[in-house]
């Protein structure tokens, strides 16, 4: 696809037209990368405007997952440097959230590792949010995993809104990244947060090995479950992990991936998380590339982005938040 197709493609998308699996995509991989971003960005401006959100997150427990995520430097299958601590008290988190509510952020989301949190911990998650919800006025997000109907249920009665469970990548590749839960049981829960009210943020990780097929396929089954924020992990190979030597992606790869997505869900923010660090200058370019968010702070798996040097960042482009 040339230039001129690619433009006209852009306006089809901006006038209503949705890319769907039947449609002839192979040419995302290597049609002109500039063009494709400055495409990418027109749908981000017309879809989004100047608008970026920005959510941090709390890592509430960590290690001990009984997954077996070949990425993860958290599953108890694998031998990593990874910190090890059960639930966090409900102080610590709301002093964490109260901080990052004062630098000015949208959204807050306490991540723990696991298939899904014990009853007890929920239990005392779901005070924790409460509270949260009693004393601060910015937006609640939550990574716990698999949840039933009725958890679901009472998360949303806490005062959370937003909920994120990442699809990871393709349907076809996924069984190569995990075997202890299915692909399928990934779509049901994120079916059964959305039945609850809740809007989902779902994504995955490349780097992993996974075809440009496959990242493709992602954003397409992420086009059909209407996903409002869809973050793009970049792989970092962690030691212990079955992934360790993995190569690393390059900024153009990572970047194609970010417009590829913003065309195939042009109405959602497509979020920069994990990775950040393989960008040059703090991924300022992802944002003219179709980035309408990030996760932001000093959290579980990004790395040398502060709050204050993104809103820097952001306020230079021309960018609010």
Not at 28 to 45: I, K, P, S
Not at 277 to 304: D, P, Q, R, V, Y
Request: hydrophobic share 35%.
């Amino acid at each position: 696809m040339n230039n001129t197709q690619l433009s006209k493609l852009t306006d089809e998308i901006i006038s209503g037209r949705r890319l769907k699996e039947d449609d002839e995509l192979g040419f995302f991989t290597d049609c002109n990368l500039d063009e494709l971003g400055r495409c990418a960005d027109r749908l981000r401006q017309h879809f989004n405007a100047d608008k970026v959100d920005l959510c941090t997150i709390i890592n509430g427990k960590s290690g001990g997952c009984s997954e077996n995520c070949r990425f993860c430097a958290q599953s108890a299958h694998h031998h990593t440097s990874c910190e090890t601590y059960t639930l966090l008290d409900a102080d610590e988190i709301i002093a964490a959230a109260r901080a990052n509510e004062s630098e000015g952020v949208a959204r807050f989301a306490i991540v723990t590792s696991g298939k899904g949190p014990s009853d007890a911990d929920f239990e005392k998650i779901i005070d924790t949010y409460t509270k949260m919800r009693s004393e601060l006025k910015f937006g609640l997000c939550a990574s716990l995993g698999f949840l039933t109907d009725k958890q679901f249920e009472r998360l949303y009665a806490a005062g959370v809104r937003s909920y994120h469970n990442n699809i990871e990548t393709s349907r076809r590749y996924f069984p190569s990244i995990c075997t202890t839960h299915t692909f399928d049981d990934k779509l049901a829960n994120i079916k059964r947060a959305q039945k609850a009210g809740f809007s989902v943020c779902s994504g995955g990780i490349i780097g992993m090995g996974e075809t440009w097929e496959d990242r493709i396929d992602m954003a397409l089954t992420l086009s059909t479950l209407s996903i409002s924020s869809i973050p793009i992990n970049a792989l970092m190979p962690i030691p212990g992990t079955p992934f360790a030597e993995n190569e690393q992606l390059t900024e153009d790869d990572i970047l194609r991936t970010v417009a590829i997505f913003k065309f195939i869900n042009p109405e959602s923010d497509i979020r920069i998380a994990a990775g950040r660090a393989l960008l040059k200058e703090n991924g300022h370019k992802a944002f003219c590339f179709g980035a309408s968010a990030t996760i932001t702070g000093n959290m579980l798996t990004t790395t040398g982005s502060t709050i204050a040097e993104d809103k820097k960042m952001l306020s230079e482009m021309g960018r609010s938040y």
